[in-house]
């Protein structure tokens, strides 16, 4: 049985989007965690064990109680449909994770798990996962003790957001998954929150790459 001295604290960024939502379900419902700080801009469903802290994500507060924390998630992510702009885009995908990734080091949180996806790489020539392998690079060199970079494949989760071509590749990965090879498999968001949840709370030093077969 946890008790307060060994629970866990965890700050997550990105609380309110589909893999934000499913980690704080999870986190809020885990014995190992005795507090969640959500970092939102604003106010979620309140929880005993979560202290919501609405900032302004273009000031992150450098000093702040809440920073000492024994792992960061983080689940930032855009499209260019809803940023409007490759410069909007670039700012939440890249410029906030380096933003939170040297605050972290600053802060000595010993662990950062961030939410990427498969094949990012900084060499990408589409926008969107060069940008998310530069996100990795930076969280990489940032000083932290841990990190983990989860890549999963087309997520598949209840979103708000109606995206057209992703339902589409939702719908017949369902169909062709079990004839698929682990890798390029559609990846349930609740399998993987749970994966990024437990590597949060081992908080094992060295970087760790987890490819979409991880959450299979």
């Given at each position: 049985?946890?008790?307060?001295?060994?629970?866990?604290?965890?700050?997550?960024?990105?609380?309110?989007?589909?893999?934000?939502?499913n980690i704080l379900a999870?986190?809020?419902?885990?014995?190992?965690?005795?507090?969640?700080?959500?970092?939102?801009?604003?106010?979620?469903?309140?929880?005993?064990?979560?202290?919501?802290?609405?900032?302004?994500?273009?000031?992150?507060?450098?000093?702040?109680?809440?920073?000492?924390?024994?792992?960061?998630?983080?689940?930032?992510?855009?499209?260019?449909?809803?940023?409007?702009?490759?410069?909007?885009?670039?700012?939440?995908?890249?410029?906030?994770?380096?933003?939170?990734?040297?605050?972290?080091?600053?802060?000595?949180?010993?662990?950062?798990?961030?939410?990427?996806?498969?094949?990012?790489?900084?060499?990408?020539?589409?926008?969107?996962?060069?940008?998310?392998g530069e996100a990795e690079?930076?969280?990489?060199?940032?000083?932290?003790?841990?990190?983990?970079?989860?890549?999963?494949g087309l997520l598949d989760?209840?979103?708000?957001?109606?995206?057209?071509?992703?339902?589409?590749?939702?719908?017949?990965?369902?169909?062709?998954?079990?004839?698929?090879?682990?890798?390029?498999?559609?990846?349930?968001?609740?399998?993987?929150?749970?994966?990024?949840?437990?590597?949060?709370?081992?908080?094992?030093?060295?970087?760790?790459?987890?490819?979409?077969?991880?959450?299979?």
């Amino acid at each position: 049985m946890e008790t307060p001295a060994t629970q866990k604290t965890i700050l997550l960024v990105g609380a309110t989007g589909l893999v934000g939502q499913n980690i704080l379900a999870q986190a809020l419902a885990n014995p190992q965690v005795g507090k969640v700080v959500a970092l939102t801009r604003k106010p979620i469903t309140p929880h005993p064990k979560l202290l919501n802290q609405l900032i302004d994500f273009n000031a992150i507060p450098e000093e702040a109680p809440w920073w000492q924390a024994d792992a960061l998630i983080c689940t930032l992510g855009t499209t260019i449909k809803v940023a409007k702009t490759a410069e909007q885009f670039r700012f939440v995908d890249f410029t906030l994770v380096a933003q939170f990734a040297a605050l972290a080091a600053q802060h000595a949180v010993p662990c950062f798990v961030l939410n990427s996806a498969m094949m990012a790489s900084t060499k990408a020539k589409g926008l969107y996962l060069r940008t998310k392998g530069e996100a990795e690079q930076t969280v990489k060199n940032a000083g932290i003790p841990g990190v983990v970079i989860a890549r999963p494949g087309l997520l598949d989760g209840d979103r708000e957001e109606f995206r057209v071509g992703e339902e589409i590749g939702l719908m017949a990965s369902r169909l062709l998954n079990p004839l698929l090879p682990k890798r390029i498999r559609s990846v349930k968001v609740e399998k993987l929150a749970r994966v990024m949840l437990e590597e949060a709370l081992k908080a094992e030093q060295g970087v760790k790459v987890l490819e979409s077969e991880s959450f299979q």
